[in-house]
């Protein structure tokens, strides 16, 4: 598919790649050749990306079970090849959920990263369209010529390279039939920052469509590949719901749910916590839910 798309003709090309970790979607082989692999697909996102183009390639880690499951971070290994390529990092945006899978030897993983890379030293990118509400939208200037004056952009902060969105999982609105699909909003983000209406959207790794039907929900044309029978027809169906306004997702910039309106039931401590032989210095303790404001206090039990 790639190789029949003319020399730049993409804006942008939006991607998560299998991260070679034994998927249903994917043949876990060796790391050199996974990356051999990356190296040829990445070279033809090159090729067909406009000269004021981006490119955002979005991975978490390979686990390496050969050696008792340590971790290799995939942007770092995947760096070196878009370097080679010509291509100039602008962000390396980190992506925070808080659930996942819960991890025993080691710390759970609850981020993964997206790599921004343009072609050129012109390219596009228009913050207004991500900008997230103030933090402070009532700060003034303190001092200097405009003392007084209100300090923040009318039109909302930038949002930084830390963004937290909820992963796409049982309960979530946009949960389809592949196991690792990333978030709308996510997406959303990079085609409203990163191109203009009408301008071609590309993922290479299409799962079940989540870059294109962004691309047609805010006027772009979104062209994508993808071998799974299953995920090519949900795929459809998103980008024909996204034609019709129909498409269903998390909203842009809503805040992330505050586990506090689940009530005290929920966010209370059923136990009381004891000191063990390890920690012997520890007391036992009870956290207790205050309200009105549902902080928490220690006490000892």
């Not at 249903?24 to 996974?34: D, I, K, Q, V």
């Not at 990356?35 to 004021?52: A, S, T, Y």
Request: with cysteine; glycine share 8%; hydrophobic share 35%.
């Amino acid at each position: 598919m790639l190789a029949g798309i003319p020399d730049s003709t993409i804006q942008l090309v939006v991607t998560s790649p299998p991260y070679n970790i034994g998927k249903a979607y994917e043949r876990r082989s060796p790391l050199t050749g996974y990356l051999e692999f990356q190296r040829k697909v990445i070279g033809e996102c090159v090729r067909v990306l406009h000269p004021r183009g981006s490119i955002c390639w979005q991975v978490g880690n390979f686990v390496d079970k050969k050696a008792a499951g340590s971790i290799i971070p995939l942007d770092i290994v995947l760096y070196p090849i878009f370097s080679e390529l010509g291509l100039k990092l602008r962000n390396r945006v980190v992506w925070h959920f808080e659930h996942g899978l819960h991890c025993s030897k080691r710390l759970s993983g609850r981020y993964e990263t997206v790599l921004w890379f343009t072609k050129s030293d012109d390219y596009h990118f228009n913050v207004d369209p991500i900008r997230v509400p103030q933090k402070y939208p009532g700060k003034k200037h303190f001092k200097g010529p405009k003392v007084g004056q209100y300090s923040c952009n009318p039109l909302g902060k930038n949002p930084g390279d830390v963004w937290t969105f909820p992963n796409v999982k049982n309960n979530h609105i946009e949960k389809t039939n592949h196991p690792c699909q990333f978030p709308l909003e996510l997406v959303e983000r990079f085609v409203l920052g990163m191109s203009h209406p009408d301008e071609w959207v590309l993922d290479p790794f299409a799962g079940v469509g989540t870059t294109m039907a962004a691309a047609v929900k805010h006027g772009r044309r979104g062209v994508g590949s993808e071998l799974v029978p299953s995920y090519n027809f949900v795929a459809r169906e998103r980008i024909n719901a996204a034609f019709s306004g129909t498409l269903k997702g998390r909203p842009m910039n809503r805040a992330v749910y505050d586990p506090n309106l689940a009530g005290p039931s929920m966010r209370s401590v059923p136990w009381a916590v004891s000191p063990s032989k390890e920690y012997p210095i520890h007391q036992p303790t009870q956290l207790v839910l205050l309200e009105p404001k549902a902080r928490y206090r220690v006490r000892a039990s």
